[in-house]
């Protein structure tokens, strides 16, 4: 596995603060905000059906929110589980995450060969910027985002490897907004440094 074969997908472009252009443009996918953008987006590199797809590894960097006793802002950690956090079809019988009449387990696993962090994070997403406080996953989860769950499904759905690494922006607490804005573009060279520069160099 070598960078030729890595897609790295963000959200947004001020999460990489023009660090990661030389990936531009086969390897790096920005795809927008929450699921569906972020669905719809690689589900489109993957090609037509998912005819062909050109990767060996897909990697998520973006940023996210962690309840303070789990992990501090400035923290880059890894995900490497992942649940839809406001997936709520309680009231028809069904369980907290759980998709009506869908095979996928509530909580989806990946694996990579490529994770020099190791924590092996359970991130939670959904389409809401969110306190933990606010939703019943707040015990349960480590962080809180917009997009890894979807992309670790097309992934899964694809067989491709997928892992998510999160920069930790704000505590999901009532100065997450401000706190998001302020650190959104600190992690990338955290990023960089502690799992980029493990990669191989390009044939």
Not at 95 to 108: A, E, N, V, Y
């Amino acid at each position: 596995m070598n960078k030729d074969n890595i897609l790295i997908v963000c959200a947004l472009e001020m999460e990489t603060q023009g660090q990661l252009d030389d990936w531009k443009p086969h390897n790096l996918l920005y795809t927008g905000v929450g699921k569906v953008n972020a669905t719809y987006k690689l589900t489109q590199k993957f090609g037509k059906h998912g005819s062909y797809v050109p990767y060996d590894l897909v990697i998520n960097y973006g940023t996210a929110g962690s309840q303070i006793w789990k992990y501090s802002k400035g923290d880059l950690v890894d995900c490497t589980r992942f649940v839809q956090r406001d997936m709520d079809v309680s009231g028809l019988g069904f369980k907290l995450g759980q998709t009506p009449f869908d095979d996928t387990p509530i909580i989806i696993e990946t694996k990579s060969d490529l994770n020099p962090i190791g924590k092996n994070v359970l991130c939670g997403s959904g389409d809401s910027f969110v306190t933990i406080d606010q939703f019943n996953w707040k015990n349960l989860v480590d962080v809180v985002d917009m997009e890894a769950y979807a992309l670790a499904k097309v992934c899964k759905l694809y067989d491709v490897p997928f892992i998510s690494f999160k920069y930790i922006t704000d505590e999901a607490d009532g100065d997450a907004g401000n706190d998001w804005e302020e650190n959104v573009g600190k992690g990338i060279v955290e990023f960089k440094k502690k799992v980029l520069d493990y990669l191989p160099k390009s044939s």
